[in-house]
């Protein structure tokens, strides 16, 4: 791929068919995974080597505490001196860390068994029974009672989170695979003896990248949204880790007085979401143009 | 039609068995004791014993399936940990907050999201059309806690419109006192659900705006708001429908939050004082219970088509 090889072929009564063009030039047309793609890339940038250079986030100073912000504590303190500005630095590391572990996993395990519910008949109204029961429950209460079950750490919080997200991913890749398994290729492999796992690997699979990437994006940015919300809740990650959702639960009881601990980890968790939401917006569009001309 | 309704209604029996099915086997089949995660890290030997023997964790799973089936058959989603009285009975001490607030949410959003989405959708392309796709798109980012504090702060505090947090009933108070109170979780709770409204009612309105019924429709020199209304609007209206039912689930979840952030006294307030107390029972009587309304809901808008779109005849 090279970029600008050929400046003329960006004018547009030269522009040949879509589908020659260099993955470049779609992305140039498409000004939202630019914004998307930068502003996220600055975000992980402070989320890997941000903290490096901030005070320890966990750091008590009682004489300092709940300092507006000013030149030595960027976002002020919180209630026990801690410096609010390193803490929503770590506190990137952990939602992104939360919102790419979750889109992963979820994604890893929505593909498995939407292939077996897409390809296997006999097996696909008995999993997509189980997948509507699922959906039927409010993610965010599911996710409440995992946690309250099996105890909060990090670990238990991602599936918390996974689990409502999987019945998302199956339906979508079911619904590729419903579509793609009446092909001719497909039929022709199995004319030529090709074993299920092999078609599945080599036919199916590559089909169901492109909306993938973009459900995973999505799910990304919800993921860091119900982190935050469940640390909110008093439900999420251990309090002693700087999540941005523990930050804010902490400043709930003095928000009166002290709203900037609330106010600048929920910009930054905003901000981040809404990198990843525009990013996924432009991906939706530039690989998949038939829901892009629907929404 | 008849026995369409009736296929209908019985689809939704394997669903609402799955649920309870689900729900039933998380707290057995969670990894260690679940007993002793519900009882904490303070908890005496006895206490675990006591919490076990109330959730009915002893005897064998088969049996204990056989009766919480049946007590949920009888309307029964088992006892409070905490304060020994039945989630029933919890749930309907706190369910006029919920319901008052979701319905200012569902009335707001509908009223907002689909004029903002059919305009959105005649001015493709526009400043109105952008400025609502940005809205949705930033809706769908802000986390509802954030957007919460942001109001109270700004109006409540900075400008004293409004109180900052509470709720008055409208039966016992009167309505302004009512409306005084709802009006900040209620715009709060429809920022996400209008967005995605709006979102829906722009792609389907547009989806039929390209119909040959509206082309004919303009040709023979009909109004634009009668295009709009009777022929676009009206055709775009199942998948609109369909998105609201499917936003109730968002909505019970932004419930949850709205309440503690305004500290109304509702299910959702009832949810994190269960959290905090490790009330099991609770947090399971609730699951159950918005499961089931958000399937009854959906069956309800499922059967509703027929009166929409005429098309749709079993």
Known sequence: MSVDANPQAMEPESVPAKAELSQWQIIRSHPSIIIGGILLGIMILIGVIGPLFTVDPIALNPIKRLKPPQAEFFFGTDFLGRDVFARVVHGARISLVVGLAVSAIAVGIGLIIGMISGYIRVLDAIIMRIMDGLMSIPAILLAIALISLSGATLATVVIAIVVPEVPRVVRLVRSVVLTVREEPYVEAAIAAGTTLPLILYRHILPNTIAPMIVQATYICGSAMLTESILGFLGAGIPPEIPSWGNIMAEGRTYFQISPWIIFYPGIALAVTVLSVNILGDGMRDTLDPRIARKM | ?314
């Open chain 2, 1 to 314: 039609m008849f026995s369409y309704v009736i296929k209908r209604i019985l689809a939704t029996i394997p669903v609402i068995v799955i649920v309870a099915a689900f729900v039933f086997l998380m707290l057995r089949l969670s990894p260690g004791d679940p007993a002793s995660v519900i009882a904490g890290d303070y908890a005496t030997a006895e206490d675990i014993v006591r919490i076990r023997e109330a959730l009915g964790l002893n005897e064998p799973i088969l049996v204990q399936f056989t009766k919480w089936v049946g007590s949920l058959m009888q309307g029964d989603l088992g006892i409070s940990i905490f304060t020994n009285l039945p989630v029933t009975t919890l749930i309907g001490q706190r369910i006029e907050p919920t319901l008052m607030l979701t319905l200012t949410t569902i009335i707001f959003t509908v009223l907002v999201a689909v004029p903002l989405g059919t305009l959105a959708a005649w001015k493709a392309g526009s400043w109105i059309d952008r400025g609502v796709m940005l809205f949705s798109v930033a809706g769908f980012s802000v986390p509802v806690f954030v957007l919460g504090y942001i109001l109270i702060y700004v109006v409540a505090i900075k400008l004293q419109w409004l109180p900052v947090q509470g709720y008055r009933s409208m039966f016992e108070h009167g309505l302004w006192p009512f409306l005084r109170h709802i009006i900040m979780p209620t715009l709060t709770l429809s920022v996400i659900f209008i967005a995605l409204i709006a979102r829906m009612t722009r792609a389907s309105v547009m989806e039929v705006l390209q119909e040959d019924y509206v082309r004919t429709a303009r040709a023979k020199g009909q109004s634009e708001v009668k295009v709009l209304l009777r022929h676009a609007l009206r055709n775009a209206a199942v998948p609109i429908v369909t998105v609201i039912g499917i936003g109730i689930a968002l909505l019970i979840g932004g419930v949850v939050v709205t309440e503690s952030v305004y500290n109304i006294p509702g299910l959702g307030r009832l949810v994190l004082d269960a959290v905090l107390a490790r009330d099991y029972p609770i947090i399971q009587g609730l699951i159950l219970f918005f499961s089931f309304i958000y399937i009854l809901i959906n069956l309800i808008i499922d059967l509703s088509y027929t009166l929409f779109d005429p098309r749709i005849r079993y």
